[in-house]
């Protein structure tokens, strides 16, 4: 019993970064219409800051200050004014992709800025990591962690009232129903929307700062987890209560203490459920989560209109002064690969391989965005799946009865398709 406590009550301050998290997503969705992946950067680049500047020698009061409230809310209002603010609230496919890119720049950024050196965990903004400061039913917690829970707690609060309670918050939520309604109101939806931003942005930097001392080395693929478990919080406060939110994301601190408590360390199970569990989380309360239905809820404007009963067709028969370009341009084509595979260095062609597998995996995302208007982010994924299954059945299958007794490989590609494309039905499904 005591250890269940004690895995569980660790969970919950360890949560407390997981909540943060969430209410900056709630709070930038609600009062922008923008789901920002690039949360996760911008707690890295907090925490990041926050480490190099006590590491400097200059105090951690300051350093926090700076890190959150200066520089937080500038990469926030940054992102607005450049991208997200020139991109249409109903565009959500571009809102999307400029996220993702600022979730993979902004770290290699910070990293240019500071150095390569991966940064030393920092010293926590209150109290000390490992004292155990106080004893509940026999299970120490730290003063480390009761600050941190402390801090969550008031912040979400501050933002409680902000969103619920100020004029601030009114005008907030009505700009993501409809900016142009705001403007006519008299109210500037620009400096409505640039405020949401630096407020989210602060949040951001918050979970980054208390989330810091608790990891050695400091790397930007932690905090990606930390953001998926803060978009599972989100999820399953529906993107409406903050409350909600909040406790779902303390939540969920609960249930990964107790997985990695009671999981043998250093095994494969461990390895496999930490970096699985936030997003199987994540995918189940999508799927099955009700709100989530009238969160995005965009209803199809030709929704009561029936398809014609007869389909025109278009003649796309080549005309003949077309067949001379095509041919030549299938030729240079076709001479340029063979003078590439006959001329080319080892080391260029496999660069050249590696281009048109990467092109390869861009083409699929064209070809499902094109055909059904979503936008996955899973196509690499699914190549990574290709790739594993070809590389176990040349390893370990050995009953093929060409070659070398191993698979060959173009007989473990089709493979590794055919597996990939079994995936991908059943995610779409």
């Given at each position: 019993m005591t250890e269940f406590l004690t895995f569980g009550l660790h969970g919950v301050f360890g949560g407390c970064p997981y909540a943060l998290i969430a209410l900056g997503i709630v709070l930038t969705y609600r009062a922008t219409g923008v789901f920002n992946f690039a949360f996760a950067a911008q707690a890295f680049a907090a925490a990041v800051l926050y480490a190099e500047m006590v590491a400097n020698g200059i105090s951690i009061t300051t350093s926090a200050l700076v890190a959150i409230v200066v520089v937080s809310p500038a990469i926030g209002l940054v992102g607005d004014l450049v991208f997200f603010s020139r991109i249409r609230r109903d565009d959500l496919t571009s809102s999307v992709v400029v996220s993702l890119t600022?979730?993979?720049?902004?770290?290699?950024?910070?990293?240019?800025?500071?150095?390569?050196?991966?940064?030393?965990?920092p010293p926590p903004v209150v109290g000390s990591l490992w004292d155990p400061s106080w004893s509940i039913d026999a299970v120490q917690v730290s003063s480390y962690q009761a600050a941190t829970l402390g801090i969550s707690l008031a912040a979400m609060v501050v933002v409680g009232v902000l969103f619920?309670?100020?004029?601030?918050?009114?005008?907030?939520r009505a700009s993501v129903e409809s900016t142009r309604l705001l403007q006519l109101s008299g109210v500037n939806s620009t400096v409505v929307t640039a405020a949401a931003w630096a407020v989210s942005s602060m949040l951001a930097g918050l979970a980054g700062v208390l989330y810091a001392p608790s990891q050695y080395p400091i790397e930007a693929n932690n905090f990606w987890i930390l953001f998926v478990l803060g978009v599972a919080a989100a999820v399953a406060g529906g993107f409406t209560?903050?409350?909600?939110?909040?406790?779902?994301?303390?939540?969920?601190?609960?249930?990964?203490?107790?997985?990695?408590?009671?999981i043998v360390e250093s095994s494969t199970w461990q390895t496999?459920?930490?970096?699985?569990?936030?997003?199987?989380?994540?995918?189940?309360?999508?799927?099955?989560h009700p709100s989530l239905r009238e969160v995005a809820d965009r209803r199809d404007p030709l929704a009561?209109?029936?398809?014609?009963?007869?389909?025109?067709?278009?003649?796309?028969?080549?005309?003949?002064?077309?067949?001379?370009?095509?041919?030549?341009?299938?030729?240079?084509?076709?001479?340029?690969?063979i003078g590439a595979l006959v001329l080319a260095r080892p080391t260029t062609l496999l660069t050249l391989s590696l281009g048109m597998a990467t092109a390869t995996i861009m083409l699929s995302i064209t070809l499902v965005t094109g055909l059904s208007g979503q936008l996955s982010l899973s196509q690499v994924a699914f190549a990574g799946v290709g790739a594993f299954t070809c590389a176990a059945l040349h390893a370990k299958v050995g009953w093929w009865p060409l070659g070398d007794g191993h698979v060959p490989f173009f007989a473990g590609a089709l493979g590794g398709g055919l597996v990939a494309a079994m995936v991908g039905a059943l995610v779409a499904l």
């Open positions: 600022l979730f993979v720049a902004l770290p290699e950024v910070i990293q240019l800025a500071v150095g390569t050196a991966t940064p030393s965990a619920r309670f100020t004029r601030l918050g009114l005008e907030m209560s903050l409350l909600g939110v909040f406790s779902a994301g303390i939540g969920l601190g609960v249930v990964t203490g107790l997985l990695q408590g009671y496999v459920l930490n970096e699985s569990v936030p997003y199987l989380l994540l995918a189940v309360l999508v799927v099955v009561g209109v029936d398809p014609p009963t007869e389909v025109a067709t278009q003649n796309t028969r080549r005309t003949a002064g077309s067949w001379p370009l095509a041919i030549a341009g299938w030729l240079a084509l076709g001479v340029a690969g």
